[in-house]
């Protein structure tokens, strides 16, 4: 990735502020930072453009699979640490249905997997895509799998089948869904990537090694095919572990050609199946292929992924607003803290234990806990007083407003600026449910 300095030779030097900067300095070191585009500056010509483009562009190759809101981007990655940057687009984890199933049995794998969701601190999780295994060789049997597999679901699909005649139709039928089709090696290639080009369609190579995965690489492009995914075998975490954490390094210093690409792993199913692709997750893969999981295999995997996939540097958050708890009314108490997730979460599972109707108001502190936000001037009496306005908690509540007790200094001020009863609450959120019951009484 260039500096600000190497970008900065390429701007126009007028600082004339039109791409919302008011130096061309300022704006190099956006772009160094990968925050805003070179589109927005309206003087650099076209030779600068395209050669910024090309040094500028992630290591690791980017493409979409599916359409829509169920899309999926996988690739674009750029450091080889998270905490150099952040990772961008987190593993996709796909389910097996094959084409020997009756309908019935299609329908309900695919609804049980479909259902498999779980929450936490706010956040959704679930499985993303579906992949259809050829098991019969019979290119109709296939193609009917197809059709049947897209009238259950709007998920990305990946077509598995290694026989181009059997593929083939199956992805012409499913090309508007924009299918990432598996897999080329190196006794298919040239038909397979004849059929992604011709259709436009991401194509999955497959090889164990590096030099028959650059060459696998090198026949795809010539064939104009520029959106791949690598897939360099998964016969166990060592394998898994060595070929992925080799191929991203080797892309990110750009020492070996034809491996700057995303990186897919099949994994099986059982236990084993979880622990290769809790190494994929861990080193860099972009789509995990599952023949089947359950419930308790795939909570923790996603959990993993939230941790891997979350911007370090930006912590998670909680969306400002008034959140209601056991049933409150007009008398109930307005509790309120900052919108860092760990924060909410932990204060509001001590308010339920105490089962306590209780107004809590949330207020954006941009991620930061309670004493960080206060030191920072982000949770004073005007940021709690506008947040309470804001949400119409004092119109639906007229019970006392409890400060928490870290930040009791606000009370005072807070009870001016509100012309309200303010209270001290205790000073860990564990204390809360004998406060609240205290206060009740």
């Known amino acids: 990735m260039p500096t600000a300095i190497e970008f900065f030779k390429f701007l126009p030097k007028t600082n004339c502020g039109e791409c919302g900067h008011p130096t061309c300095l300022a704006f190099a070191m956006q772009l160094a930072n990968q925050k805003v585009s070179i589109d927005a500056c309206p003087y650099v010509d076209s030779g600068a453009k395209e050669k910024l483009e090309e040094s500028s562009a992630p290591p690791v190759k980017g493409f979409s699979v599916g359409l829509g809101d169920n899309s999926l981007r996988m690739g674009d990655e750029t450091v ?30 695919v609804s049980r997997h479909s259902s498999m969701t779980f929450e936490r601190v ?65 006794s298919n290639i040239k038909e397979m990537a004849a059929i992604a080009s011709g259709l436009g369609l991401p194509l999955a190579l497959r090889d164990d090694t590096f030099d028959g995965m650059a060459a696998l690489v090198e026949e795809a492009r010539k064939a104009g095919v520029e959106d791949l995914i690598l897939d360099l075998g998964s016969g166990s975490m060592k394998q898994v572990l060595e070929n992925n954490t080799v191929a991203r390094k080797v892309s990110l210093r750009r020492t070996f050609k034809g491996l700057g690409y995303p990186l897919m792993n099949c994994v099986g199913g059982g236990e084993g199946a979880v622990k290769k692709a809790m190494v994929a997750v861990m080193k860099y893969g972009s789509l995990v292929v599952f023949d089947s999981i359950e419930p308790q295999q795939a909570l923790p995997l996603m959990t993993l992924r939230q941790n ?10 909680v969306k400002e607003d008034l959140y209601p708890i056991s049933d409150p009314d007009a008398a109930s108490p307005v509790l309120f803290t900052t919108n860092f997730s760990l924060t909410y979460f932990t204060v509001r ?30 949770f004073g009496p005007e940021h709690v007083t506008a947040a309470l306005e804001a949400s119409g908690a004092l119109d639906r509540s007229e019970g006392p407003i409890v400060t928490p007790g870290m930040v009791a200094k606000l009370s005072g001020k807070l009870e001016e600026a509100l012309g309200r009863k303010v209270m001290v609450g205790p000073m860990e959120s564990s204390s809360l449910p004998k406060f609240l019951k205290g206060l009740k009484e």
Do not use: C
């Open 80 to 109: 080889l640490y998270r905490h150099e940057r952040k990772f961008v687009n987190p593993t996709a984890f796909a389910v097996t249905v094959t084409d020997a199933m009756s309908s019935d049995e299609m329908a309900e794998t």
């Open 122 to 186: 706010g956040m959704e999780f679930r499985l993303d895509m579906f992949a259809l295994r050829d098991e019969t060789g019979d290119a109709e049997s296939y193609t009917d799998a197809a059709k049947n597999l897209v009238g259950l679901t709007d998920w990305p699909i990946v077509l598995i089948s290694g026989r181009p005649d059997v593929l083939r139709p199956a992805a012409e039928l499913l090309k508007d869904r924009r299918p990432l089709l598996y897999s080329a090696d190196d």
């Open 349 to 378: 599972a001590d308010i339920e234990k105490s089962r306590q109707p209780v107004w809590l108001q949330v207020v954006d502190t941009e991620g930061l806990s309670v004493l960080t936000a206060y030191a920072a001037g982000k």
């Open 308 to 317: 891997i996939y979350t911007d370090p540097q930006v912590p998670i958050q």
